[in-house]
């Protein structure tokens, strides 16, 4: 019984996702009918007028309250957790006890990330986002919602089953060998390849990495490339899964076909016909085959018709030599750019492996100019907003009259052939009128709405230049099909002899028996380095066909559910202010650290952690970065060091002594840094 909405503030569906035991639950409350083909937007209407009460009572709230509520709970135990973004309204709901009120909030979070991710500045205007959100063309909107629900659905099994994801951090396969070879082999062959390439259309790579299944074999990016957030490349990870979900049971070799995961390399294959010898039938040969389906032959045309219609409604399997446009944060030395357009290449090179590509477009200049404006606009209906009036108003930001020159210039060199320049070039007029003419408003509350409107036209040009235009242009921008076929075969000729071995590696990451030596009674941990964004912990095989040295399923799945309530648990307590956490449940004894580090190794000295309301943002890094603003917090009372944050959870036996136990904590938190043995440097 699970449901995430998003909605209008009139009451209009922008987006909806339910399970099955939701959509049955309002099918039998509300009927559906299924006349026509109508059966889609029947139930859309059967979820309007679910949640209209509930939308336009909050809506009134606001109005008359300029407050509304977070979360509710009714009668049949249904919990309610709402939170509005500008106009747009988000509620998620569950009604089998499987959420709470905190893994709801971050799923809303979380699909704001993703609209964040797929069209950028366009969520920053609520009338724009609607019309992303909801095409005129019923087809059209139920592609892109079919898409949308997929996201969603990917990130809730990998949160569900991926440690990476559970505590918000990017793990690395552990093998320093193969890893610093991958490496030098995407710096020197293949990015430097691509980008000399002819073929490459303006387009520049910026970041390539590789994955195995959820995890970073190698990453590299270009030297005039900024630094990639670890919540976009979480976000680009759960793309990546979503276009080519990983099937551990097809493919993954058994582990015991492959007699080594923690040597230099694989002693012995599983391969079930020799490796081809020649280029292009190894290229060909060994690129999994997407969109293949059987052949079905129907002797009733009416039942073949019903599957027709059902396949329209079907997002088509992904093109791999078709880029997915994204927008990324980019950060420069005169500051921070968010949501700036990028191209996604998702390169499957065989089941479970992936190689992706994020390239520059050549228009990307004009997203900074619409961000620099947008943030100049917004300050200033901030302060106007405040009460300030005159030249208060302009004070401490980037001057009016500089922004002035800019504009004008900016929308001189868009052109006027474009409708939506033409539209910006008449409210920019009004907007000056208003403010620089002199008997004016000037500076005042009167000039909020041509705030506004501008605003909404900037937003406009970037939906027109970066939305609208890649889906509509006939010489599309983008990488040539011929160069992305070869930069696939170059890197599976590169892993060809490493495949088999790097899918069993990817389950069996580091194991608990390298450390049960040292730390006798320790079962589980997970030590992440948030300034980084990256963790390392033993693997949890939760399979009947994985073993490890918890055994099989059944008790591996008991020390995870424990584990994911731990990491919950933590959660609440540092979101009041509490750093470190001990608790003893039933035979189990469960350690939580949060600490800062210089550069140099040394700890510093413990601070006040800051108190969170209950309906704060939640704790993280893939929906809202919490350690990226903690650490710019502690910052300040260390000016001139490089300030470092790490996390440790431990499960330990309850019969080890507590003395020993946090004993064993201090030892393996400078075990994992040492140089020899740290695998995130």
């Known amino acids: 019984m699970k449901c995430l909405l998003i909605a209008s503030e009139s009451a209009e ?26 059966g889609l937007p029947a139930f859309e209407d059967s979820i309007s007028t679910l949640f209209a009460p509930i939308i336009i009572s909050c809506s009134t709230m606001v109005d008359r309250l300029g407050d509304g509520y977070t979360s509710f709970t009714t009668e049949n135990n249904h919990i309610y957790v709402l939170h509005q973004f500008d106009e747009c309204l988000y509620i998620a709901v569950n009604g089998d006890g499987e959420e709470g009120e905190g893994d709801l909030r971050r799923k ?14 366009v969520t920053l205007s609520s009338n724009l986002l609607r019309r992303e959100l909801r095409p005129q063309d019923t087809e059209q909107r139920a592609r892109l919602w079919k898409f949308l629900q997929s996201l969603l659905e990917t990130y809730s099994h990998l949160r569900e089953n991926d440690q990476s994801f559970l505590v918000e951090a990017v793990e690395r396969l552990i093998h320093p060998t193969l890893c610093e070879q991958c490496i030098e082999f995407l710096e020197r062959r293949l990015v430097q390849q691509l980008n000399s390439s002819v073929e490459r259309a303006g387009e520049e790579v910026m970041h390539a990495f590789i994955l195995v299944h959820t995890k970073l074999l190698a990453f590299y990016s270009s030297r005039n490339a900024s630094t990639l957030s670890t919540s976009d490349l979480l976000a680009l990870i759960i793309m990546a899964q979503n276009m080519y979900p990983s099937n551990t049971d097809q493919d993954d070799p058994n582990p015991e076909d492959v007699e080594s995961t923690s040597g230099s390399g694989p002693e012995s294959f599983y391969t079930p016909e020799p490796s081809p010898t020649d280029r292009d039938s190894s290229s060909s040969g060994d690129k999994p085959v997407r969109g293949s389906t059987p052949v079905f032959e129907f002797v009733d045309p009416d039942v073949q018709m019903a599957e027709d219609s059902l396949q329209t409604l079907e997002v088509p399997p ?20 968010p949501m700036m357009p990028h191209s996604m290449y998702c390169l499957p090179l065989w089941p479970g492996i992936t190689l992706v590509l994020l390239t520059k477009i050549p228009t990307g200049a004009v997203a900074m100019s619409v961000y620099t404006f947008l943030e100049a606009f917004a300050k200033l209906e901030k302060r106007l907003s405040e009460g300030q009036e005159g030249s208060a108003a302009t004070r401490g930001q980037r001057t009016i009259h500089e922004v002035r020159s800019k504009l004008d210039k900016f929308i001189k060199a868009l052109g006027p052939s474009e409708i939506q320049s033409g539209q910006l070039q008449k409210d920019w007029t009004e907007f000056k009128n208003l403010a620089f003419t002199r008997g004016g408003p000037g500076f005042s509350t009167h000039l909020i709405p041509s705030c506004k409107k501008m605003k909404t036209q900037l937003c406009g040009v970037y939906r027109q230049c970066f939305l609208l235009e890649s889906r509509q242009s006939d010489i599309p921008q983008r990488l040539s099909p011929g160069l992305q076929e070869r930069a696939q075969t170059m890197v599976q000729e590169k892993l060809m002899d490493w495949k088999d071995f790097l899918l069993v590696k990817s389950r069996r990451n580091i194991t608990m028996v390298s450390y049960l030596e040292d730390f006798p009674g320790l079962i589980h941990f997970i030590c992440v380095d948030r300034s980084t964004g990256q963790m390392i912990a033993p693997s949890l095989n939760f399979t009947e066909r994985n073993t490890s040295e918890l055994g099989k399923g059944p008790l591996a799945r008991f020390i995870k559910s424990k584990l994911w309530s731990l990491v919950n648990t933590t959660r609440r307590y540092l979101q009041k202010g509490y750093s470190t956490v001990t608790l003893r449940d039933g035979d189990f004894y469960f350690c939580y650290f949060l600490w800062f580090e210089n550069e140099s190794g040394f700890k510093l000295e413990a601070g006040d952690i800051p108190i969170l309301p209950d309906d704060s943002a939640p704790i993280g890094m893939l929906a809202w970065d919490y350690y990226r603003k903690l650490l710019r917090y502690y910052s300040k009372n260390h000016q001139g060091e490089v300030v470092k944050c790490y996390e440790l959870l431990t499960v330990h036996l309850g019969v080890i002594p507590a003395e020993i136990i946090l004993q064993h904590c201090r030892q393996l938190a400078s075990k994992l840094w040492e140089p020899s043995r740290n695998p995130l440097l």
């Open 13 to 38: 569906v922008l987006f909806h996702w339910t399970d099955p035991e939701f959509q049955q639950n309002v099918q039998e409350r509300y009927g559906a009918s299924q006349e026509d083909g109508q």
């Open 318 to 337: 992904p093109d791999p030599s078709t880029p997915r446009r994204v927008f990324l944060e980019v950060s420069l030395k005169d500051g921070l750019y």
């Open 108 to 121: 809303i979070y979380v699909m704001k990330k993703m609209l964040e991710v797929l069209f950028g500045m």
